[in-house]
C-alpha cells in the first residue's frame, strides 16, 4: 500500500500582462493528463440540455468541478527552489495566451514547512498538480512512499507486542496509553487548552447575532468570520493531537494504534450554541481518528478500531461496573457527568478518561467484558 501527501505551494494570481485573457493551460502535446479536459466540458454541456430540454425544475447538473487537476508533467513548468530568499522564488508556468503558448512566471507563497515536507527522507516525487479555485491557484507536489507493515493478526500473535490506545474526549481531546505485556507502561494526556470553552462562546456569539438579523437570506452566509476561526481553531487542535498522539507511537517500533469505533452522536438538547458545540467537538473527534491515523501509516503503524461498548462503564482493573463521581468541595458526588471513575468491587478510583483509555487494550485483547463468549 501506498501512502499519499500533498503538499502544496500556493502562488498569486498577478494576471501578467502577456497572459491576459488566457487561462492557465497545460500543453496538450505533452500532457496526458489533461487530454480528458474538454470531454469533461463537453459532457456538461450536454447533461445541461437535456436538463433544460426536459422542463424539470430539480437537479440542475452542477458545473464540472476539478476533480481531475491537470497534472503539470515536465516541460509545461519549471521551479526554482533553490534561491535562498524565497520572496524572490518564483514558479513558471507554459500558458495558453488565447494565440500562442508563452511560459509566464508567477510569484510563489510557500512556507518553511512546504520545504522540509520536499526535504524529508523515503518519500518519492510525483508530478505536481495544477489546482485552480474560485479565487486562487495552488500547486499540489505529491509525494508518496512505500509502507511496510505487519498484519494485525501477526502483530497479535507477538508477546512482546506494545499497543497503544487513545480515547478521545472534549477536554481531554486525548488520553492515549502504552501497554506491554499487560501492564500500562505510559500515558499520556492532550489537553484542549480551553478549546472547548471558546468555541460555546464563540458559537453563543453567531447564535445571538442571528438572532438579532432575524429571518436568514437565502444563499446569504452569515457570520463567515466567525465560523472560519472556529473551523481553523479545530483544524488546528485536531492536527496538533494527532501529533501527540504519532509521537507517542514513534517511541515503540511495531507498535499498533488503537481506536474506539466512533459512534455517531446526535447533539440534542440545551440551547441551540450548546447544540451547536457538541456538534463541532464530535466532529472534531473523528478528525482527530482521520488525521492521526493518517499520520502514523505513514511511519509504519497500524491503526485498528476496536468496540467501544462500556469502556466507560467497566473497571479497567478487575472487570466489574463501576460509577462515575465527581468531587465536590471534598464531597464525592456521584453522576453522570463525573470526571472520575470508582468501581466498588476493588475500591480503584482514577480519572474516567484514563479508565476508558485502558479498557480500550482490554476491549483489543478481548479481556473482561469484551471476552468472546461461547454460544
Ligand atoms: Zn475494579
New binding site residues.
Given amino acids: 500500500m501506498r501512502s499519499r501527501n500533498g503538499w502544496r505551494a500556493g502562488y498569486q494570481e498577478s494576471g501578467p500582462s502577456g497572459s491576459e485573457g488566457g487561462s492557465v493551460k497545460p500543453d496538450l502535446a505533452t500532457n496526458r493528463g489533461a487530454r480528458f479536459l474538454p470531454y469533461k466540458a463537453r459532457g456538461y454541456l450536454t447533461t445541461l440540455r437535456k436538463w433544460q430540454h426536459s422542463g424539470k425544475k430539480k437537479g440542475k447538473p452542477g458545473i464540472p468541478t476539478a476533480s481531475n487537476h491537470p497534472t503539470l508533467y515536465a516541460g509545461t513548468y519549471t521551479l526554482d527552489l533553490d534561491e535562498l530568499d524565497l520572496r524572490k522564488s518564483f514558479v513558471r508556468l507554459k500558458v495558453y495566451t488565447g494565440s500562442t503558448w508563452a511560459w509566464v512566471q508567477y510569484p510563489t507563497r510557500y512556507n518553511r514547512y512546504f520545504e522540509q515536507r520536499r526535504a524529508e527522507e523515503g518519500w518519492e516525487q510525483e508530478s505536481p498538480k495544477l489546482v485552480l479555485g474560485k479565487r486562487s491557484a495552488a500547486i499540489h507536489f505529491l509525494q508518496s512512499k512505500t509502507i511496510k507493515a505487519r498484519k494485525i493478526v501477526e502483530s497479535k500473535r507477538d508477546p512482546d507486542l506494545v499497543t497503544v490506545a487513545v480515547d478521545l474526549n472534549v477536554k481531554q481531546l486525548a488520553v492515549i496509553t502504552v501497554r506491554q505485556h499487560g501492564k500500562i507502561t505510559q500515558t499520556r494526556f492532550v489537553s484542549d487548552r480551553g478549546l472547548d470553552q471558546a468555541r460555546f462562546r464563540h458559537l453563543g456569539r453567531i447564535a445571538k447575532k442571528q438572532w438579532q438579523s432575524g429571518q436568514a437570506v437565502k444563499g446569504e452566509r452569515s457570520n463567515q468570520q466567525l465560523w472560519r476561526h472556529i473551523r481553523r481553531q479545530n483544524t488546528d487542535a485536531a492536527h496538533k493531537t494527532a501529533r501527540a498522539i504519532v509521537e507517542v507511537c514513534e517511541r515503540y517500533p511495531g507498535c499498533v494504534l488503537l481506536f474506539e469505533r466512533l459512534r455517531t452522536i446526535k447533539a440534542a438538547g440545551g440551547s441551540k450554541s450548546r447544540r451547536r458545540n457538541r456538534k463541532q467537538a464530535n466532529q472534531l473527534k473523528g478528525k482527530i481518528n482521520q488525521l492521526a491515523k493518517e499520520k502514523a501509516y505513514a511511519k509504519g503503524v497500524v491503526s485498528v478500531e476496536v468496540n467501544p461498548h462500556g469502556t466507560s462503564q467497566y ?6 461496573k ?1 460509577m462515575r463521581f465527581s468531587l465536590m468541595a471534598g464531597q464525592r458526588v456521584t453522576g453522570k457527568g463525573g470526571k472520575l471513575f470508582y ?6 478510583e482514577c480519572h474516567a478518561d484514563f479508565n476508558a483509555s485502558c479498557n480500550v487494550h482490554r476491549s483489543f485483547f478481548r479481556e473482561f467484558h469484551w471476552e468472546i463468549r461461547a454460544p
Wanted: glycine share 16%; charged share 10%; hydrophobic share 10%.
Fill in positions: 473497571c479497567s482493573r478487575c472487570g466489574a463501576g468501581c466498588p468491587s476493588c475500591h480503584y
